[in-house]
């Protein structure tokens, strides 16, 4: 009796310094990811300004062709692509939006810091330079797709209340209209394509990364020079593209190797699930050479960030 | 206990040397005040000590390698690079937010404390706040971590007389204890000389004067000669001879109290006076030019 009580309040004791120990080493990169929230609020105004754009370009649209989109609901045939033709522009839409905006958010990632010399007050907290690059990578690579994903599933569920009114007042049954759309299973599909999209740029992001922390001036030109030269320059001398056909590959493979491709004016299946091929993506060796080389690039940009002082 | 340690410290920036063999030593509990001209070295010491930047050399900072222990060492460190180093879009209360949450020793209850005391408002950014405004609530924010080192360089630059004694007084009311150990670099040395506990001069990378003030109002001394003693006041091998309102003033170092008390009246010399005194010599011996 006497054993177990003393034995008791041990073990809660060791639990709560292991969870002391790992609150202590994630708390950091929490307030580190958002303080980049905080910072760059283009990270949500960006998509959230698309998916406003996309509906009310929908709505126009939808007044202006109703004819038209009356005849393509009535035939069998288009009814379907016709339904999925809104829900797949707006889905596409945000996800080059993301790119885009993750894509420039690193480009100022660890450059802004130093030219506002705010990097000396970051760097007076006991924050690490690893920590920080993970928090600033991170924001491409999860809380953008997040955001992403929940602006998305608003506009398709949105698009979804518009589309079931416009069939009702065409006469076509809500019945029909939801057999053709599996939201659900979209959304699975979707969240597909964030994390294969995520992954595929990652070295992309980790590119941009390493290049503001480089560069004194004019990120941009810094970041894309380079690469255009190389290829102009194995153009001349070698006269072939398999620089730029990999660059080209590194853009666009994420959906090739993830989703199977519809023809030209297809239409597209009742279950998008078929339409996944995970593994195909997962076996794609350009996947994983890319990660490795997010992780060098990312490496190097945290030494780089230590020896850095403010512009 | 030994707060910083170092001994050959040297860094050079391709030829230039910023540091050229930098041996020091701070104990706890004292307030350094480290003086010296642009480019002398001495924000490139403070970044050695805060582990921004690499050195050559012995360092040791709270018995911590600076450069690869930075983040450990933060818990213990504090500093004030510079004025406006907070980034400018932050709002105050983000500002206490972010500090509470990366921070372990952070008391926001006492940081809030000392911006009640402003007219700074927690919902402002801080590009709209004016300079002196910066600088309260950086030092509100740094006050109230509990470290053990506190670095200031030049946090006072372009800050209005009293934004500047405010600055002091809470920093020397509200903060300092003798667990604590602060150095400061600043040009305004007016500013710091009654607070100072100990006094270094660097010049060209190196230290060329290192005393507490007790030793420094021990030591030195000032004297407007009366003008038939300037002779006699020559004799004595003053540091520095200068003129002022037609009188001749001389400094001295450790010259015999009664001697001087002869020559006029003698007094403790303003840092900036001795800096000069011994500043100046420095650099003509460096260029072996005679005086």
Partial sequence: ?311 | MTVIEAHGLRKTFGKTIALDGVDLRVEEGRILGLIGLNGAGKTTALNAILGLTQFQGELKVLGRNPWTERKQLMRDVCFIADVAVLPRWIRVSQALEYVAGVHPRFDRAKAEGFLARTTIRRDSKVRELSKGMVAQLHLALVMAIDARLLVLDEPTLGLDILYRKQFYDSLLNDYYDLNRTIIVTTHQVEDVQHILTDLMFINRGRIVLSCSMEQYESRYQEVMVRPGQIGAARALKPMNERQAIGRSTFLFDGADRRQLAVLGDARTPSIADLFIAVVGNHSGEREGVTR
């Fill in chain 1, 1 to 311: 009796m006497n054993t177990q009580s003393n034995a008791m309040p041990e073990v809660p004791l060791e639990a709560q310094v292991v969870t002391n120990a790992a609150v202590a080493a994630t708390r950091p990169l929490y307030w580190s990811i958002r303080r980049e929230l905080w910072e760059d609020r283009s990270i949500y105004f960006a998509p959230l300004a698309i998916a406003s754009l996309f509906m009310v370009g929908f709505l126009i649209r939808t007044i202006q062709q109703m004819p038209k989109m009356r005849a393509a609901l009535a035939d069998p045939v288009n009814q379907r692509g016709a339904i999925h033709m809104p829900f797949h522009i707006a889905a596409f839409m945000l996800l080059v939006t993301a790119f885009f905006t993750g894509a420039f958010y690193c480009l100022d990632a660890l450059h802004g810091e130093r030219r506002d010399r705010s990097v000396l007050f970051w760097k007076s907290l006991p924050v690490s330079d690893l920590t920080t690059v993970l928090a600033k990578v991170s924001i491409p690579l999860v809380v953008l797709p997040l955001i992403t994903f929940a602006i998305i599933v608003a506009t398709q569920f949105v698009l979804f209340l518009f589309s079931t009114a416009i069939a009702l007042g065409n006469g076509l049954s809500a019945a029909t209209l939801w057999a053709q759309l599996p939201l659900w299973k979209m959304w699975l599909s979707l969240l597909c394509a964030l994390v294969a999209s995520a992954l595929w740029y990652a070295p992309i992001y980790g590119w941009l990364l390493l290049v503001s922390s480089y560069v004194r001036r004019a990120t941009f030109l810094w970041a894309v020079l380079p690469l255009f030269a190389i290829c102009v320059v194995e153009k001349i001398a070698l006269n072939t593209l398999s620089f730029a056909n990999l660059l080209k590959f590194r853009l666009i493979g994420w959906y090739t190797q993830t989703f199977v491709q519809l023809v030209p004016g297809g239409v597209p299946p009742a279950d998008p699930l078929t339409q996944i091929t995970p593994w195909k993506f997962l076996s794609t060796p350009e996947l994983w050479i890319g990660l490795a080389v997010t992780a060098v690039l990312l490496a190097i940009a945290i030494r780089i960030r230590r020896y850095r002082e403010p512009i």
